[in-house]
């Protein structure tokens, strides 16, 4: 198991902030070396290296009003003389300006990294997305239009979360205290685990997606025997929540009683630059591969808080495929006409797609 990042720990390390400014060769080479050995830990070195260039520019920025034989420059910043207390209070305090600043382009909106032992429901509006650390150190990080509620006596006697939207989790391992995911149509239980799950209200599948451990997906749905499938690193469970088929699995007697979506164990997918597509939203990319307007058209108004109309049929079936990180609605649906024409119009909100 890779040694635990945060952010707060990294915009101090002497060996992480060369890499950032390109100061040392040998620390270069050790941390794209770590990065290709734990992809899984990307967001949060990329959010790291903003923050470092962040303070860099604004420790700058002060030096202008010193006298010149105290003034800062690049060179001479030394980050390992600001205490490790300093250091963290403004890296909250950058993490937050820094994310927020980007609101509105697909970003996190807000960060959260302080204890929520008095808070129980968080909940993020389309277009913003919110990091979390949990009372027992688990990391989540809450996409675009979720929400994610903690059970009573979440951290003491039992870890168990509801979700409703879509989050990943980097969960502090506890033999004695299992962390269970529960969403509409099941429960992920894990014991230490990194993971995705994608549960929207109204999509046609529901997915979860392991990237490190193991988790077991138990499917109830009116089932007096719970459906177990176990998921290993790099496989994904999709939970087809409107094909009524019936599971293979199931026995003869459990399905004479009830009936249960389509479930499936697959391959995590990854898009032609090998970045994985279920997490990609997590590196603030939002990932298409080989998918139609009419199935982006929820991902889309998640992202960046529009609502999209089409008036015309057959543009809902043109595909696309593609990767974003900071371009805007309309720059992706400029990208999108490359490939197929057809017309658009954005009225705030409100974005109407026709031939």
């Not at 635990?4 to 100061?23: A, G, T």
């Not at 509620?149 to 870890?159: V, Y």
């Not at 409703?164 to 509409?184: K, R």
């Not at 003869?252 to 939203?281: C, F, G, V």
Request: net charge neutral; glycine share 6%; charged share 25%.
């Amino acid at each position: 198991m890779p040694p635990r990042l945060s952010v707060e720990k990294l915009v101090i390390d002497d060996s992480f902030i060369n890499y950032c400014l390109e100061k040392n060769e040998q620390d270069i080479l050790h941390w794209s070396q770590y990065q290709k050995k734990f992809p899984e830990q990307q967001f949060i070195i990329e959010e790291a290296k903003q923050l470092v260039f962040l303070m860099t520019g604004a420790l700058q920025d002060m030096g202008a009003d010193l006298p010149r034989e105290h003034t800062i420059t690049r060179k001479r910043i030394n980050f390992l003389k600001i205490s490790a207390y300093a250091a963290a209070s403004v890296a909250i305090i950058f993490i937050t300006y820094f994310w927020t600043s980007k609101n509105g382009k697909g970003s996190t909106a807000s960060v959260n990294i302080a204890s929520v032992e008095n808070s129980r429901v968080f909940t993020t509006k389309p277009g913003a997305k919110q990091t979390i650390t949990l009372p027992d150190g688990t990391t989540v990080y809450l996409n675009s239009g979720s929400t994610l509620k903690l059970s009573e006596g979440f951290g003491k006697s039992n870890r168990k979360v509801f979700l409703v939207g879509e989050g990943g989790f980097d969960v502090i391992h506890n033999d004695q205290l299992p962390f269970t995911v529960s969403v509409d149509k099941y429960d992920v239980n894990v014991i230490g685990t990194f993971f995705n799950v994608r549960a929207y209200p109204g999509d046609k599948t529901t997915e979860t997606s392991l990237i490190r451990g193991k988790v077991d997906i138990i499917i109830k749905d009116g089932f007096t025997t719970p459906l177990h499938m176990s998921l290993k690193p790099k496989q994904k469970f999709i939970l087809d929540t409107e094909d009524e088929a019936r599971i293979s699995q199931v026995t003869a007697e459990a399905e004479k009683k009830s009936t249960r979506p389509r479930a499936a164990i697959e391959p995590l997918s990854y898009n032609r630059d090998s970045l994985n597509i279920e997490t990609a939203w997590m590196h603030n990319a939002l990932a298409i591969e080989d998918e139609t307007f009419e199935m982006l058209k929820e991902k889309l108004e998640r992202w960046y808080n529009v609502k999209i109309t089409f008036k015309d049929e057959k543009v809902k079936k043109y595909g696309f495929t593609g990767t974003f990180q900071h371009e805007s609605v309309e720059q992706v649906l400029k990208a999108f006409q490359d490939s197929y024409f057809f017309n658009y119009t954005i009225d705030g909100q409100d974005i109407t797609i026709s031939k």
